[in-house]
Protein backbone atom coordinates (compact mmCIF):
# COMPACT_ATOMS: atom_id res chain seq x y z
CA UNK A 1 0.00 0.00 0.00
CA UNK A 2 1.17 3.84 -0.91
CA UNK A 3 0.01 6.81 -0.04
CA UNK A 4 1.55 9.67 -1.22
CA UNK A 5 2.27 12.89 0.90
CA UNK A 6 3.11 16.53 1.34
CA UNK A 7 3.44 17.37 4.91
CA UNK A 8 0.74 20.02 6.35
CA UNK A 9 -1.95 19.39 3.73
CA UNK A 10 -4.99 17.47 3.32
CA UNK A 11 -2.96 14.18 3.05
CA UNK A 12 -2.53 14.00 6.89
CA UNK A 13 -6.00 12.56 6.81
CA UNK A 14 -5.21 9.49 4.79
CA UNK A 15 -1.73 8.89 6.62
CA UNK A 16 -3.66 9.47 10.20
CA UNK A 17 -6.58 6.39 9.30
CA UNK A 18 -3.53 4.55 8.27
CA UNK A 19 -1.48 4.71 11.11
CA UNK A 20 -5.06 4.41 13.81
CA UNK A 21 -5.71 1.03 12.04
CA UNK A 22 -2.01 0.33 12.23
CA UNK A 23 -1.81 -0.76 8.17
CA UNK A 24 1.57 -1.24 6.77
CA UNK A 25 2.24 1.59 4.29
CA UNK A 26 4.81 3.56 2.24
CA UNK A 27 5.07 7.39 2.43
CA UNK A 28 5.93 8.61 -0.47
CA UNK A 29 6.93 12.45 -0.93
CA UNK A 30 5.05 14.79 -3.51
CA UNK A 31 6.45 18.68 -4.17
CA UNK A 32 3.12 19.67 -5.14
CA UNK A 33 5.48 22.89 -5.50
CA UNK A 34 6.83 21.40 -8.40
CA UNK A 35 5.54 21.61 -11.72
CA UNK A 36 6.95 17.83 -12.77
CA UNK A 37 5.19 16.84 -9.29
CA UNK A 38 4.28 13.30 -9.58
CA UNK A 39 1.17 11.57 -8.00
CA UNK A 40 -1.09 8.55 -9.39
CA UNK A 41 -4.15 10.28 -8.65
CA UNK A 42 -5.91 11.18 -11.45
CA UNK A 43 -6.60 15.08 -10.12
CA UNK A 44 -2.63 14.69 -9.69
CA UNK A 45 -2.77 15.90 -6.06
CA UNK A 46 -2.38 14.42 -2.90
CA UNK A 47 -3.12 12.47 -1.41
CA UNK A 48 -3.90 9.34 -3.63
CA UNK A 49 -3.69 5.82 -2.26
CA UNK A 50 -2.34 2.86 -4.59
CA UNK A 51 -3.67 -0.70 -3.05
CA UNK A 52 -2.60 -3.07 -4.80
CA UNK A 53 -4.43 -2.46 -8.25
CA UNK A 54 -6.86 0.51 -6.74
CA UNK A 55 -5.82 3.60 -7.60
CA UNK A 56 -7.67 6.52 -5.36
CA UNK A 57 -7.56 9.90 -5.14
CA UNK A 58 -9.45 12.70 -2.94
CA UNK A 59 -9.03 12.63 1.04
CA UNK A 60 -12.76 11.53 1.82
CA UNK A 61 -12.54 8.57 -0.52
CA UNK A 62 -9.22 7.09 0.58
CA UNK A 63 -10.29 7.85 4.34
CA UNK A 64 -13.81 5.91 3.91
CA UNK A 65 -12.01 3.08 1.64
CA UNK A 66 -9.41 2.41 4.17
CA UNK A 67 -11.45 2.26 7.50
CA UNK A 68 -14.37 0.07 5.55
CA UNK A 69 -11.51 -2.23 3.73
CA UNK A 70 -9.39 -2.66 7.27
CA UNK A 71 -11.22 -0.80 10.06
CA UNK A 72 -13.58 -3.75 10.71
CA UNK A 73 -16.68 -1.21 12.45
CA UNK A 74 -13.39 1.08 13.60
CA UNK A 75 -13.58 4.83 12.23
CA UNK A 76 -15.87 4.55 9.91
CA UNK A 77 -19.21 2.22 11.13
CA UNK A 78 -20.34 -0.97 9.77
CA UNK A 79 -24.28 -0.04 11.09
CA UNK A 80 -26.04 2.23 7.75
CA UNK A 81 -27.80 4.82 9.89
CA UNK A 82 -24.29 5.52 11.82
CA UNK A 83 -22.51 5.79 8.43
CA UNK A 84 -24.90 8.07 7.16
CA UNK A 85 -24.44 10.33 10.35
CA UNK A 86 -20.64 10.30 9.59
CA UNK A 87 -21.34 10.70 5.84
CA UNK A 88 -23.61 14.08 6.60
CA UNK A 89 -20.41 15.38 9.13
CA UNK A 90 -17.97 14.77 6.75
CA UNK A 91 -20.01 16.13 3.26
CA UNK A 92 -20.99 19.32 5.64
CA UNK A 93 -17.16 20.01 6.75
CA UNK A 94 -16.13 19.81 2.97
CA UNK A 95 -18.46 21.73 1.40
CA UNK A 96 -19.48 24.14 3.92
CA UNK A 97 -16.01 24.87 6.09
CA UNK A 98 -13.45 23.54 3.89
CA UNK A 99 -14.61 25.54 0.72
CA UNK A 100 -14.40 29.10 2.19
CA UNK A 101 -10.95 28.30 3.92
CA UNK A 102 -9.63 27.60 1.18
CA UNK A 103 -11.40 30.56 -1.38
CA UNK A 104 -9.53 32.89 2.00
CA UNK A 105 -6.01 31.08 1.62
CA UNK A 106 -6.15 31.22 -2.57
CA UNK A 107 -6.78 34.92 -2.49
CA UNK A 108 -4.69 35.46 0.32
CA UNK A 109 -1.62 33.16 0.09
CA UNK A 110 -1.69 30.61 -2.79
CA UNK A 111 -2.74 32.46 -6.03
CA UNK A 112 -0.20 34.39 -7.88
CA UNK A 113 -1.22 38.55 -7.64
CA UNK A 114 -2.76 39.04 -10.58
CA UNK A 115 -5.18 36.18 -9.70
CA UNK A 116 -6.17 37.01 -6.24
CA UNK A 117 -9.67 38.87 -5.05
CA UNK A 118 -8.96 40.41 -1.95
CA UNK A 119 -12.82 41.47 -1.60
CA UNK A 120 -13.41 38.00 -1.05
CA UNK A 121 -11.41 37.13 1.86
CA UNK A 122 -14.04 38.88 4.57
CA UNK A 123 -17.04 36.97 2.90
CA UNK A 124 -15.53 33.56 2.93
CA UNK A 125 -14.81 34.30 6.27
CA UNK A 126 -18.33 35.43 7.17
CA UNK A 127 -19.49 31.69 5.30
CA UNK A 128 -16.71 29.84 7.42
CA UNK A 129 -18.07 31.54 10.91
CA UNK A 130 -21.69 30.82 9.89
CA UNK A 131 -20.66 27.03 9.12
CA UNK A 132 -18.51 26.50 12.03
CA UNK A 133 -21.15 27.74 14.58
CA UNK A 134 -23.54 24.28 13.41
CA UNK A 135 -20.57 22.49 14.64
CA UNK A 136 -20.23 23.83 17.34
CA UNK A 137 -23.32 23.50 18.70
CA UNK A 138 -23.35 19.74 17.74
CA UNK A 139 -20.34 19.13 19.57
CA UNK A 140 -21.04 20.44 22.63
CA UNK A 141 -21.37 18.24 25.34
CA UNK A 142 -19.83 15.18 23.62
CA UNK A 143 -16.41 13.55 22.62
CA UNK A 144 -17.38 13.07 19.12
CA UNK A 145 -18.85 14.59 16.40
CA UNK A 146 -20.78 11.30 15.44
CA UNK A 147 -22.32 8.09 16.80
CA UNK A 148 -20.55 8.28 20.67
CA UNK A 149 -17.36 7.42 18.52
CA UNK A 150 -14.21 8.71 16.98
CA UNK A 151 -14.45 8.62 12.86
CA UNK A 152 -12.84 9.75 10.43
CA UNK A 153 -15.49 12.63 10.55
CA UNK A 154 -13.87 13.81 13.70
CA UNK A 155 -9.95 13.67 11.75
CA UNK A 156 -11.82 15.85 9.12
CA UNK A 157 -13.30 18.13 11.56
CA UNK A 158 -9.65 18.64 13.08
CA UNK A 159 -7.75 19.47 10.72
CA UNK A 160 -10.07 21.64 9.38
CA UNK A 161 -10.27 23.34 12.95
CA UNK A 162 -6.81 23.46 13.04
CA UNK A 163 -6.51 25.51 9.51
CA UNK A 164 -8.75 27.80 10.54
CA UNK A 165 -6.85 28.56 13.72
CA UNK A 166 -3.77 28.90 11.08
CA UNK A 167 -6.00 31.64 9.49
CA UNK A 168 -6.72 33.38 12.46
CA UNK A 169 -10.64 32.65 12.62
CA UNK A 170 -11.88 31.93 16.22
CA UNK A 171 -13.18 28.62 17.31
CA UNK A 172 -15.52 28.28 20.78
CA UNK A 173 -14.07 27.23 23.40
CA UNK A 174 -16.04 23.90 23.34
CA UNK A 175 -14.37 23.26 19.92
CA UNK A 176 -10.81 24.52 21.06
CA UNK A 177 -11.23 21.77 24.02
CA UNK A 178 -11.47 19.22 21.97
CA UNK A 179 -9.10 19.81 19.33
CA UNK A 180 -6.45 20.29 21.67
CA UNK A 181 -7.65 16.59 22.63
CA UNK A 182 -7.19 14.84 19.40
CA UNK A 183 -3.53 16.82 19.31
CA UNK A 184 -2.91 13.72 21.62
CA UNK A 185 -3.79 10.92 19.94
CA UNK A 186 -0.06 9.03 19.46
CA UNK A 187 -1.80 8.10 15.90
CA UNK A 188 -1.70 11.78 14.60
CA UNK A 189 1.59 11.55 15.91
CA UNK A 190 3.19 8.88 13.89
CA UNK A 191 1.49 10.69 11.02
CA UNK A 192 3.38 13.27 10.99
CA UNK A 193 6.49 12.02 11.72
CA UNK A 194 5.75 9.67 8.34
CA UNK A 195 5.21 12.32 6.38
CA UNK A 196 8.27 14.38 7.19
CA UNK A 197 10.37 11.40 7.29
CA UNK A 198 9.47 10.81 3.78
CA UNK A 199 9.96 14.52 2.87
CA UNK A 200 13.13 14.51 4.44
CA UNK A 201 14.61 11.58 2.16
CA UNK A 202 13.33 12.81 -0.71
CA UNK A 203 15.18 16.12 -0.09
Same mark, same amino acid.
Given at each position: ???????????? !?????? *??? #??????? $??? +???????????????? @??????? +?????????????? @?? #????????????????????????? *?? *?????????? @?? +???? @?????????????? $???????????????????????? +???? $?? $???? !??????????? *???????????????????????????????
Amino acid at each position: MDIYTYPKSRSI !RATWVA *EEL #GLDYQCH $FVN +VLSATKHTPGKNKKVP @ALIDGDM +VIFESSAICIYLAQ @AY #GNGQLYPQDLRQQAMVNQWLAYIIS *EL *EAPLWTILKH @AV +VWPE @ALRKPALIEPAKAD $FLRAISLIEQEINGKTWLCNDTFS +VADI $FL $FHIS !RWATTLGLPLS *ETLTHYVAALETRPALHRARLREEAAANTAG
